[in-house]
């Protein structure tokens, strides 16, 4: 095995460029493209019921070893298995969550198969019926047609055809999603927590206030908040935006909602430190601030999306302290952005009328009024524009009606969505939506996944025993005001199919006590279906390991299929709050990228315990990346990496061929042990295809420094002591 790749990193197919960008692509790409605005959804039709079966709870007779077991049979991966003991009637079950109208039964078995065996349905899982029964089974695929309705599907092998046990690759239920029950209903109330204003609405302001005396210093507190503002005019306001507050405008263009006054964050519970400034956002307003500049401090995890400000925006607290922000998106700034005292910030498809200041590493891509690209000094990272975006949907009011608009890929991007006039995108009714409240099951939520609605997410905190299954193409899973999902038991919080165009929104994944082999999954590990003309998106979706309490999770996010969007995520293992060490709150990495021709703007992942990032698909991209080793590392010894002192924070395998990258920045802070010596903050094959823009590593106040930036390239960050002066590589190789 290449050395530095863990053991549970498969290899991956990897599918050629000429083989996927084809007429069939084109011609998808070119319909895709021609949606106009305001085109409405219709639900998307199946030539087959939906595979119900995939993640959901499983149970097995036996185990052959600890390397195959039952949930490898439901895990939508044909490269793992479920393998039982090697002598006779042993049985695989799944339960569906609940009563559902079945349809058929696909088994992909591995050489050892059943040449006897029995479909067997349940709906309580203790009394069983036989839907189909055989004595001469013929291993491979085989495919059972099954009528009736339950909750629980049984394969009870009876005979075996080889000495071995039973294997299967996958075990799949699929049925109508109908059940005997009725139907969950789409749309309905948006819940307490959110918070709908009109220009009418009495005492706009002191709703404000109470929520930001909740919010303003509640870290890692449970209130979830969004305020939403229908069109109209706001007078005299000062929005000030704590934790786990959205504040939005429900306008379908930012020009739609106006606050004559502020939207503002700034750091005085902190003493005018913002470093800690998370989990909060902005979105679809139009600003005009009361001084002619907007306050806006804040740090990672916080968005700033289709804004448009008619003055300046400050990017620095009270007092200009420390701040480490940031992201702006699809916005417009008609007066000068002041960076001031920002350690890293990130810019998307946006117009301002200026920037101040570089500090460390200051990113745009597709910005009009962008500085010139000047690395390392200043410190500006410029690309003309995006290769490939599409806009995060947004919820809306159109009449008066609840919709969530979904914008269109667009490529090559310069400049706001909406800036020549109506998005381009395609809207769709609230009715479409499940409205997720708080106290709401795992298991309803995957009925309602099951049925076909997409998911809206309001404000609160959910816990789930078991993963969210998001298994149809083009599902919308939106949340509002911060959402937050934990998995209680180990499992895995979200799982995403290979298949085209899912859109992932506005929420955090907080891992729970119990470790998770993974928290988010984009595809199962055997993805190679080609998503270039509708790839699946995550934007501002956050993940967490400790800080609100003990967490573990082996590998925060996986993303399997190609084509995939990561635009704007902080993945933190954290290092301050509760159920924080070494081991508490142990992770070992924090996004591995499968995935062919992956692209990431806006990646912020830090503190753990090995890998941050690491990236095996070929032909990637990453546009800024923010990266903090872990702090709490004991000493040396604990981060050896073989020969390596220390894990990169970003490593692209040696097996990749084609890989490029723009502003990254990695720091270390190893407090514990100021000794510690990172060989290097990034790692990758030196070969044609892998290129590198504008590097640095930092070492804080001389806590643990890099021997060099990329591989053996790049100077020491020693020479400068506990001063905080960055090491830079302008390109690699």
């Not at 400049?415 to 309803?444: I, R």
Request: net charge negative.
């Amino acid at each position: 095995m290449p050395t530095g790749i863990p053991v549970d990193a498969s290899p991956r197919r990897r599918r050629p460029v000429a083989t996927r960008r084809g007429m069939a692509g084109a011609v998808a790409a070119a319909l895709f493209g021609s949606l106009l605005a305001l085109t409405p959804a219709a639900p998307a039709a199946s030539a087959e019921p939906p595979l119900l079966s995939q993640g959901k709870a499983v149970t097995a007779s036996s185990q052959e070893h600890y390397g195959t077991p039952a949930t490898d049979a439901v895990d939508g991966d044909n490269g793992s298995r479920w393998s039982s003991a090697a002598s006779d009637a042993q049985w695989l079950q799944v339960d569906l969550g609940a009563a559902t109208d079945l349809g058929k039964v696909v088994m992909r078995w591995e050489a050892a198969y059943a040449k006897a065996y029995r479909i067997e349905l349940s709906t309580d899982g203790t009394n069983w019926t036989t839907a189909y029964s055989t004595t001469t089974g013929a291993g491979g695929t085989e495919t059972v047609n099954v009528t009736g309705s339950a909750r629980y599907v049984r394969m009870q092998g009876v005979t075996r055809a080889t000495g071995y046990g039973y294997s299967l690759w996958e075990f799949q239920v699929f049925g109508t999603g109908g059940g005997t029950g009725p139907d969950l209903p789409g749309g309905g109330d948006l819940g307490p927590n959110v918070h709908v204003m009109d220009p009418s609405t009495p005492g706009i302001q002191a709703k404000l206030d109470r929520v930001f005396q909740e919010q303003e210093s509640a870290q890692f507190g449970s209130g979830r908040h969004a305020f939403l503002f229908k069109p109209g005019t706001y007078n005299n306001l000062n929005a000030q935006i704590g934790f786990y507050t959205q504040i939005a405008g429900l306008g379908l263009r930012p020009g739609d909602t106006t606050i004559n006054g502020d939207v503002t964050v700034d750091a005085g519970w902190f003493n005018g430190n913002a470093t800690q400034n998370f989990w909060r956002g902005a979105e679809g307003l139009t600003v005009n601030p009361v001084s002619g500049t907007n306050r806006w401090a804040v740090s990672q995890a916080s968005s700033f999306r289709r804004m448009h400000v008619k003055g300046a925006l400050n990017l620095a607290p009270n007092g200009y302290g420390w701040a480490s922000g940031g992201y702006i998106a699809d916005s417009k700034i008609d007066g000068q952005v002041g960076n001031y005292s920002q350690q890293q910030w990130y810019t998307r498809d946006s117009a301002i009328g200026g920037w101040s200041n570089s500090v460390w590493n200051q990113t745009f891509s597709g910005v009009e009024g962008a500085p010139a690209n000047g690395f390392p000094e200043p410190r500006y990272t410029t690309l003309d524009t995006t290769p490939v975006s599409r806009e995060k949907p947004y919820l809306y009011v159109d009449g008066s009606e609840y919709k969530v608009f979904a914008p269109a890929k667009r490529t090559n991007v310069r400049g706001t969505s909406w800036a020549n006039g109506a998005p381009q995108g395609e809207s769709v009714p609230l009715s479409q939506f499940y409205v997720v409240k708080p106290g709401t099951t795992a298991a309803t939520i995957n009925q309602a996944l099951t049925q076909g609605l997409n998911l809206l997410f309001t404000p609160g905190v959910y816990h789930v025993d078991q993963t969210i299954n998001v298994n149809r193409a083009n599902t919308i899973v939106l949340g509002l005001g911060l959402a937050t999902i934990i998995p209680d038991n180990g499992v895995t919080a979200m799982k995403v199919a290979d298949v085209d165009g899912v859109r992932l929104a506005g929420f955090l994944i907080d891992a729970g006590p119990v470790n998770s082999p993974t928290l988010l999954e984009l595809g199962p590990q055997s993805s190679s279906a080609d998503h270039a003309a509708n790839p699946t998106t995550v934007q501002d979706v956050y993940i967490r390991v400790g800080g609100a309490g003990a967490g573990k999770a082996t590998t925060s996010m996986v993303v399997n299929s190609d084509d995939t969007i990561v635009d704007h995520t902080w993945v933190w293992r954290a290092d301050h709050g509760e159920g924080v060490g070494w081991e508490t709150n142990r992770a070992d990495y924090g996004v591995r990228v499968n995935g062919d021709d992956v692209l990431a703007t806006g990646l912020f992942v830090e503190h753990f315990n090995k890998y941050d990032v690491e990236w095996f698909g070929d032909r990637g991209k990453t546009i800024f990346y923010q990266n903090e080793k872990a702090y709490d590392a004991p000493n040396q010894a604990a981060i050896q990496n073989g020969g390596t002192r220390g894990y990169a924070a970003y490593r692209v395998d040696d097996s990749v061929n084609t890989h490029e990258a723009w502003g990254l920045g990695s720091y270390s802070n190893y407090n514990v042990d100021p000794t510690i010596i990172q060989d290097h903050g990034f790692k990758a094959p030196v070969k044609p295809g892998i290129r590198f823009h504008s590097l640095l590593t930092v070492s804080l106040g001389g806590n643990g420094h890099y021997a060099h930036v990329i591989n053996d390239t790049g100077a020491s960050t020693v020479p400068a002591g506990t001063s905080t002066v960055p090491s830079t590589v302008v390109s690699f190789p």
